[in-house]
């Protein structure tokens, strides 16, 4: 059984006082809701990813809770000269679990290739991360039937270069672009359309590569939650614009409980 992950992308939102708040309510929220859960393993695991520089006033205010910390990018580079940037290491050292990589923001806005995203996931992993790899299709790939198509090659770069002891530490984004911030979410079919076929390619890469989990992201709100999540494949879920409003937030960790 997969145990449910939410992931909250603050993306580029948010000052010390927004995090040193919105974590603290979060984390009591995770805290109320495995207090009244029969089995706190039904509760979701949640994880906050803010932006680099609050990350560690973050992990101070999520010390001690149920609610993790990542990141949204890391450098592919372990270290050296790479003015700007930030290794897998420092985001260890500075209180993270997990790191999302091929965000679409990334592969539009800084035109992240398969191959970049790869190398970014293989550091991470070697420095004991979770890495959460993001796949999706663009409108335009979906309305020219190449879903499949898109999301197996994202993979496919991404899966080449794990080892088969890092799967454990592995998580998949199925995120369509058409959804980020577009208040437009895939329907619970199409979405568990797109997280079977993923489950089956990763399954063909490695039988243990199957129990990754797979999020689901893309305008996922309250309302639409409990219908996203309650699909075979769908293991949780990579919020945007709605981690921002801890009740928003803690709603959606809520719909997850198994
Ligand atoms: C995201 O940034 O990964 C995301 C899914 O954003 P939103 O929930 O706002 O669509």
């Given amino acids: 059984m997969r145990r449910k992950l939410v992931v909250g992308n603050w993306k580029m939102h948010g000052d010390q006082a927004m995090t040193t708040a919105l974590c603290a309510e979060i984390a009591r929220g995770v805290k109320q809701a495995i207090a009244r859960a029969a089995d706190p393993a039904s509760v979701a695991e949640v994880a ?6 609050l990350i560690p006033l973050a992990a101070t205010a999520l010390a001690d809770s149920e609610v993790a910390v990542g990141a949204q990018d890391v450098d592919a580079h372990a270290n050296g000269a790479f003015s700007g940037q930030i290794s897998a290491d420092m985001l260890v050292d500075s ?19 398969d191959a970049l995203v790869a190398q970014k996931t293989a550091t991470a992993l070697a420095a004991g991360l979770s890495a959460i790899v993001c796949c999706g299709e663009t409108m335009a790939q979906r309305q020219a039937e190449r879903t499949e198509q898109v999301v197996e090659r994202q993979l496919a770069a991404a899966l080449d270069g794990i080892g088969a002891a890092d799967f454990a530490n ?27 076929f993923i489950r089956q390619r990763l399954a063909a890469h490695n039988p243990r590569a ?26 949780g879920g990579l919020i945007g614009g709605a981690a921002l409003q801890a009740s928003d937030f803690l709603a959606i960790c809520n719909a997850a409980a198994t």
């Fill in 210 to 235: 199957a129990t990754c989990r797979i999020l689901y992201g893309g305008s996922m709100k309250p309302q639409n939650a409990a219908a996203l999540l309650a699909n075979a494949d769908i293991d």
């Fill in 170 to 196: 592995l998580v998949i984004a199925y995120e369509p672009v058409w959804a980020i911030g577009s208040g437009v979410t895939a329907t619970p079919t199409q979405a568990q359309q797109a997280h079977h």
């Fill in 48 to 53: 906050l990813c803010p932006p680099h520089i």
């Fill in 95 to 113: 209180g993270c679990r997990y790191v999302i990589v091929g965000h679409s923001e990334r592969r539009t806005h800084y035109h992240e290739t």
